[in-house]
Structure formats: C-alpha cells, structure tokens
C-alpha cells in the first residue's frame, strides 16, 4: 500500500510539473502492474520522460542532490575505500572521496536503501562519513562496470566446455542458476561488444578456426579466435534468440533480438549468409539510448547549427543528408526530427528497416512482406494527415519522384542519398530522373557528412606538423601550431581513438542556387556561387577538428581528400 501511495505521488508529482499528462501516468501505472518495473524506469521506457527528468524531480522533491554519472570522472581513492562485489551487490557507486572532511560521496538510485547505508557505514568503520546523491538506475549500472572495469570469465567458459568444469565465475556475472555454457559464452561476447561501444559483432568461420571481430568506432578489430568445434552451438544459440530457422542453413536469413544490458535495451539486427566454411553471422548492434543526439551536442559550429535551425523552419521542401555507408546518415536525420518531435507535429517515417523505435513518430519498414516500396509507402503516408515524412533512402526515379511529389504538396521531407558531396547532390538527381525545374525550389538544403574517430584523451601526443601536413591544412608560413596523433592506452584498448564524431559540410539552397540549378549551371559555377555564400567544405570542418586537438591529421585522411587544399 505503501509502494502504490510512493507510485503515486511520483506520477502525480510529474502530472503537476507537467512533465506527462493523467493519460500517460495512467498507462504507466497498468504497464508497472504488469511486468513490476519502478515507475520511474517505466515511464522512461515508454518514452514519455528522460532518465534525467526522473532523477533531477525526485532529488528536488526529497531535498537531496542529484548527479549525471556522465560527467564524473572515477576517483581512485573512493573505488579503494569500496570493493567491486559490494557495489554491485548494494547498487551504489563511489564518486568522489573528500580528504580533509573524509566524506565518502557515493551515488545511489534508492536513496531510502538503510540496509545499503548501515552496511557501508559498518565496512568503512565509523571513520568516514557518507554523503548520497541520487543518480539515475540505467546510468548506474552502466558506470559500475565503467569504472571497475569488468571481468568477463570468456576463458573460463571455454576452459568449462574442454574439460566439464563448471566456471563459477561466469555463474555469478549472469545469475545463479547453472545455464549452459554455449549459452553464457554468446552473451558474454555480446556484453563484451556493447561496453566497447562497437557498431558490429561479426562471426567468421574459418577452416580451421572461428574469427570473432567487432567495429569499433568504424574499424573492424579481432577480438577472439575460437576453435571450429564451437561454432554449431555459437551458430544454433544465435539463430535461437533472434527467431531465426535453425534448420536453414544454405540461405540468407534475417532476425531481431532484444536483451537488457547496462540497464537498458539493447536491440541486435542479426543476418546470416551461407560461405564455403559455414554460415557467417553479423549481429548490428542498435543502442537507441546513443542513436539519438540532441543537435546542440554534435559539436557543430555555431554558423553551421544556425543554417540549420533556420533551414528547419522551412514548412516544405526536401532536406537531403549524404554520405557513403556507415557515415552517420540515420543518425543525424534522427537528431533533426528529433529537435521537431512535439505532439504538434505527426512525423512518419518509411525505413529499410526501423532501427530505433521513437516515441511520437509512426515509423514504418519498407519490406516485401508488407508489400509496402518506397514509393507506394509514400503514396500511404500523403493519406495519414503528415507534416513531415522521413524516407530513408532516394535510390530510384519513384522514390525520388515521389518524395518531390510530397515536397511540392506542403510537406517537410527527410531523405538520405548516396554521393560524395553536398554538390554533387544536383547531378545525382539529375542522373535518376529529377528534372532541374523541379529540384528548383523544392529542396530546402544539403548536409553531406563523414565520421572520424576521436583521439583518446588521456593519449594523444602533441607535436608540429611537418611542412608536407602543414600544406595539406594549408597554414600560412610562420604560422605556428600543435597538432595531436593517436599513441594507444589501456583506457582505449591501444587503439588511441575513443568515440567518433561528425565532420559536416551544409548548403542552405536559396533562389540565387536554384536559379543555378534551373538552368543546369557547371559545377563550379554551383561552387564558386556557394563559396561566396561561406559554404564551409567537408575538408575545411575536418581541418578544424584536427586544429582543435580533437582528432588527427591522419584520421581526417582516411575519409577526406585533402589534396585539394594544397596551393
């Protein structure tokens, strides 16, 4: 009873802020009765609140402080004072250790655990005060593996299938009851991949032997090699989990799964594909918490970020993001709708498939089974009453035809199309059947973009540029700089990158390039028109990310050609 008036007051508190409607608190409340989630996580997971909003109004209404674990860095001595198994054990995390006033600060998600705190109290003696902050339950989770660093017992699960004995170690990570070891083995590997951040999970096999490689940051690493003898159950258990026929081995096959890892879903799009070895499995990871970046944190200029504001605010037109495979493409179209996701606008996608499920949009897949194409999904959609439609890819004259044909009728479009630039967007339509007269004046702008890794901060090395870097960042002569390169650390598995980021180059089309591309001017009339506007090149962004120490000359090379710089 005393729990139900706790939910209450909670659901109500939001109701009262605002935060969610009586409707929402109301489908919270039947969903919490029936899988017994906290309110909290469950009003996160339908997507009506962030963790941060939960976090920050219960701190306020209890009178305590609140922390966002994201951006604390690990304090060696308050790890010291707390041993890994009790942190885990009691869901607290040591943030900070106070010397002179000996506080021990530790953030915890149930800030009314007693037990949790007498227990902690007891351990450290008396000596040392405790001082709790709320932090949220997910980010929790996830910073007690970040910062004690985990163990995963993969060696001691393979150890446990050569010689039938059984690895406790491996038991304790996943629960107390025995399962069998093919089965701890496959999710310790996937745990293994999403704590690293990686893209991909890809399983190999070989004549002799098992390949296990992750992409990481864009960059395919091997991982493990395993003997062959363990590839039929790794094969069977994959194909098990993601609803995939375990009978079907001579053709291509596609499934989904879900498991809670670190606090929260992750989902993995699973494909099979028959070699001479055996099937080869690749498993995309689709972390939504990280596939959704607000477009004030995606490092922008500030000039590129007003252009795009001021673009969105365009009621129709086709907003084009281009870019080869793997270049962030989804990503960036999801943080552009995202900034407009409000119960004012109906957003309605059409994808091949839906990655990232998102509150408030009507996402729909493009699949042969729904009998639904790009261009019939339209022709659907133009009926569903939308302001904005996202179409994940213009590849054919339809689609394309399509999409303008939405343009043109008063509706805000989204798109991706495959070239090397935000130029070369006009010869590409051109080449699929778009007539210039109509390209004139429907399209509202052009974002072409590439990631590049980020250096490792607690790595990189400083040095000057030799003459032939400084003229690729085309410097002026005695102009003096320091520029950075990746060396390799423990903290970013030697690579010397952590993360990626997004180098952009953005055409805002206004009537002076329209006029231009109605009467299919040459490129570089198209160029040197844009130049003169301050269109920032993709070369031009990368170069500024190498000045500002986030990423290196090298790095930057790899995806863009920087000869053209040179003078």
Partial sequence: MAEQKRKLRLGELMVQQGLISQDQLRIALMEQDQNNIPLGRQLVRLGFVTEAMVRDLVAHTIGQESIDLATVIADSDAMKLVPEDFARRYHLLPVAYEDPSKTLVVAMADMFNVVALDQLRAMLGGQIQVKPVLAAE?????????????????????????????????????????????????????????????????????????????????????????????????????????????????????????????????????????????ENIVLRVLDREKSIIPLERMGLRVETLNELKLMMQRPEGIMVVTGPTGSGKTTTLYSLLSHQNTEAVNIMTLEDPVEYPVTMMRQTSVAEVNKVDFANGIRSIMRQDPDIILVGEIRDADTATMAFRAAMTGHQVFSTLHTNSALGTFPRLLD?????????????????????????????????????????????????????????????????????????????????????????????????????????????????????????LAEVMRVIDLTSRIR
């Fill in 432 to 552: 699929i059947g778009i007539l210039p007269d109509i390209m004139a004046g429907n399209i509202i702008g052009v974002v072409a973009q590439r990631l590049v890794r980020v250096l490792c901060p607690h790595c990189k090395e400083p040095y000057s540029p030799a003459d032939h870097e400084r003229k690729q960042l085309n410097l002026k002569v005695g102009q003096d700089v320091v520029i950075y390169r990746h060396k390799g650390c423990k903290r970013c598995y030697y690579t010397g990158y952590r993360g990626r980021m997004a180098i952009i180059e953005l055409l805002r089309i206004d009537s002076d390039i329209d006029s231009l591309v109605a009467r299919r001017a040459h490129m570089d009339e198209l160029r040197a028109l844009a130049y003169e506007k301050g269109f920032v090149t993709l070369a031009d962004d990368g170069v500024r990310r190498i000045l500002e120490g986030y990423t290196s």
């Fill in 138 to 278: 997910a980010q929790l989770e996830e910073y007690i593996d970040q910062f004690y660093g985990y163990e995963l017992s993969v060696d001691g699960i393979l150890r446990e299938i050569e010689t039938g004995e059984i690895d406790y170690q491996s038991l304790q990570a996943d629960g107390d009851e025995y399962t069998q070891p093919i089965v701890r083995l496959v999710g310790s590997l996937l745990m293994d991949a999403v704590k690293r951040n990686a893209s991909d999970i890809h399983f190999e096999p070989e004549q002799a032997f098992l390949r296990v490689r992750y992409r990481i940051d864009g960059v395919l690493q091997q991982i493990r090699s395993l003997h062959k003898t363990y590839w039929p159950g790794i094969v069977v258990r994959l194909k098990v989990i993601s609803g995939m026929d375990i009978a079907e081995t001579r053709a291509p096959q596609d499934g989904r799964l879900q498991i809670n890892l670190c606090g929260r879903p992750i989902d993995f799009r699973v494909a099979s594909h028959p070699t001479i070895h055996g």
